[in-house]
């Protein structure tokens, strides 16, 4: 909530009450003074209450969030700003240039990537299965995508109802202002936020999709919270998550046949979880190149191997 309008006996009256209502402090807060109280002829004929408009500053709009939300708000979303403009381009050529042109690598290089190489043979038919397990803030593990995937649930659900007000509330809390589009697909209930303004696209989104996929964590334990059955929520905002996946398949597909001609092993930038599952999933039945993720969070990165 933005501000409010508040009609009372006394300004004073009108601005505690406002302040009350918007849970904010007198220094967080702008007042404006429409109409002021009038008594009337002997306090009887013409009295008037005054009519008092609160409103919250910019550095405060986010107050209503609640603690859990405020958290999520704290990642640099200028940033987020330039990506959603290059069309969500999340590698630039010049990174991926400079990582397919390292020098050769030396003979205890070589021997570190036979022993990974060993390795990832080894784990080889697990992959998808443990980054998806991994990914708990953005898809759901394999085992809950298979068992529930008999669920159906429409719009007139409560439990998708309870969800599209919590969402709804949560982004007027932010101080934000969009249309929520929903659909329903088997278990699944789909989310696509829409905001006019791009400052209000990269707060929803946050960087590389950190505020979103926070957003949809909270989002689905809310709904869960009294579900007999596993219910998976997918946040989007102005699409961003289908063109970001139409993005990492054109990377994943340039940089494979990469590998394919150089014989070198090619190192994405870190990712997160879900964009890595993207990467896994787009690339696993290709006949000439396997894919295997490498490092620790937030720093772990996928690699792709010629076979």
Known sequence: MRSTVISAKTVEECVNKALDKLQANRNEVNIEVINEAKQGFLGLFGAKDA???????????????????????????????????????VIEDKKVVEEVEETEPTEADNEEIVEESVETVESEEVTEVAEAEEAVKSEETEEEQDTESDVTIDRNDELFITSKNFLKQMIEDMGI???????????????????????????????RGETLDSLQYIVNLVTNRNADTYIRVILDCNQYRSKRERSLQKLARRLA???????????????????????????????????????????????????
């Open 257 to 307: 046949d990469k590998a394919v001609q150089t014989g070198r092993d090619i190192k994405l930038e870190p990712m997160n979880p879900y964009e890595r599952r993207i990467i896994h999933t787009y690339l696993q039945n290709d006949e000439k190149v396997n894919t295997f993720s490498q490092g620790n969070e937030p720093n772990r990165r996928v690699i792709i191997k010629r076979k």
């Open 51 to 89: 009519v008092v408009r609160v409103s919250l500053k910019d550095d405060v709009k986010e107050k209503g969030t609640g603690d859990f939300v405020k958290n999520i708000l704290n990642s640099d979303s200028n940033s987020v700003e330039t990506e959603q403009k290059e069309d969500t381009k």
């Open 177 to 207: 202002d969009c249309d929520i589009e929903s659909r329903t697909e088997g278990n699944m209930i789909k989310f696509n936020i829409m905001c006019s303004e791009e400052s209000d696209i990269g707060i929803i989104i946050g960087k």
